[in-house]
């Protein structure tokens, strides 16, 4: 199963959605709390090319925001991604 990480922050509501998906799912997530680690922000807007969040990531494959993991959940593709 490949790790899934989200780099968000505390006040987001597009994070807190996307963290409700993946936990209706089962499926456990590492969360980076950027608002709280300019480090780990930088290096976000490095691997994913975006200042936004939530930036997510199932394995190395950047997946992007909340609307596109709900795409990836609705066409059946992210079970896929989680299970490569």
């Known amino acids: 199963m490949n790790n899934i990480t989200i780099y968000s922050t505390r006040i987001c ?4 959605a996307a963290k409700r998906l993946l936990e209706q799912k089962g499926l456990p997530y590492k969360e980076i709390l950027i608002d709280q ?3 780990q922000r ?4 490095e691997k994913s090319g975006r200042t936004s969040v939530p ?4 394995g190395e494959r ?10 990836l959940n609705r066409s059946g593709e992210l079970d896929q991604l ?3």
């Open 13 to 16: 509501p597009y994070c807190v």
């Open 37 to 39: 680690d300019f480090d």
């Open 42 to 45: 930088a290096i976000m807007m």
């Open 55 to 58: 930036q997510i990531f199932i």
């Open 62 to 71: 950047h997946v992007g925001g909340f609307d596109d993991l709900n795409a």
């Open 82 to 84: 989680v299970n490569a």
